[in-house]
């Protein structure tokens, strides 16, 4: 049985779907002025994850994933750049969806934008405005948070304690400080809507609860995002959308965990941004994710040049299994049935690795399985006499994990492609210096592929190289 952590009990509990064999699952996206970040690219890989998983156990998923395509950053881009805000939200929609692909993510079923909306928006508000719920003030409409009884119970905070907090963003129009906008009037030249309330755009809260009432119902199974949208976004949305329809919203919160750069939160001010973007061009994107999962979801991460390296390490050590695996395939001829010990040595592995997944998506230990498995299979494949039954049910395992984690671009990247046929060809070049006793040749090509990063290692098998 897998088991959530729920920000809203704070506790974990067995995962019962409203719909037996299906999920709904809605998870906040990005806000469309800029190249995505790190921070960015966590909830993306994380609860990515989180769909394969579900998928895997036999769920049917749909998946959410909303573009905020219309907001003040957005338009301060577009003034900025002197052009139009749709220019500037499709374009970075587009570099999102290059991004995105080069992590692996696999598409939502719907990523719905904020201006394809605008009429499901208006009524939502209006419906709000219809139960005393929200007021017009000149143009901007607000909701009104003293209506919702439950005020306070994702973040865990009492009215008071946000009243203080609230206080010194006092706006003259709110009858509450905690008040917050569901439509904005337009400024002079920024592009709006007309509405009851006259020309406007909506506010930042209400383009979730409109979105995951038209796409997924009234209530969902799983609300995701990152810990930084727990107040004030999701605690708005669960006021507006639970005061329309009485209902809760969604069943499960889930919120991963911060991310700070050599100990320091990541931000503007810091001058600490690093875009995907940046960190791809650098590495390949699968040791980016390998890092995300490393760490347990709701856990903060250190991100830092050194835990980069650890990553792309462990990802080479996953290549080299691959590699060291299917190359004795490959020359093993004994089709022996599988063994009865190696069987029961998966078996347990498998176990293990649902049992971590299990457990509130414990990637991070999974990881652990995924490496004790790598470990029985480099000490399989070194024996005189193997059964090639049992090297394929380990690689189907291995095919499995690596899918489910979303790594299973290195089930490609750990084959050797053709442009390093002068590798093979120096390798076998010094076979033969060694077969006419050339030692010093056979030495000279050994050196030779060392200082172009490439180690040599002579097995029963014949020789197989990897790099440093």
Known sequence: MIQIYNTLTRKKGVFKPIQEGKVSMYVCGPTVYNLIHLGNARPLIVFDTVRRYLEYKGYEVNYVQNFTDIDDKIINKANELKKEVKEISEGFIQEFLVDAKALNI?????????????????????????????????????FKTEAFEGYGKLSNQSVDDLLVGARIEIEEKKMNPLDFALWKSAKPGETSWQSPWGKGRPGWHIECSAMVKKYLGETIDIHAGGADLIFPHHENEIAQSEMLTHKPLANYWMHNGYININNEKMSKSLGNILTVRELIEQYEPMVLRFLILSVHYRHPISFSEDLLIQAKNSVDRIKISIDNLLHRLEIEENDHLLEKEMKQVVEELKV???????????????????????????????????????????????????????????????????????????????????????????????????EKGILLEDTPQGVRWKRK
């Open 106 to 142: 696999r598409q939502a079923n719907v990523n719905p934008k904020v201006t394809e909306n605008i009429d499901e928006i208006k009524n939502f508000i209006q419906e709000l405005v219809n139960q005393n719920a929200a007021y017009e003030k000149e143009g901007d409409v607000y």
């Open 352 to 450: 293990r690795f649902e049992k971590e997944m299990d457990d509130d998506f414990n990637t991070a230990n999974a990881i652990t399985v995924l490496f004790d498995l790598m470990k029985q299979i480099n000490i399989y494949i070194q024996q005189e006499k193997v059964s090639k039954q049992t090297m394929i049910v380990m690689l189907d395992i291995m095919k499995t994990w690596l899918n489910i984690l979303g790594l299973e671009p290195l089930l490609v990247e750990g084959t050797k492609s053709s442009s390093e046929d002068w590798i093979e060809e120096l390798i076998e070049e010094r076979n033969i210096a060694r077969k006419n006793k050339n030692w010093q040749r056979a030495d000279e090509i050994r050196n030779q592929l060392f």
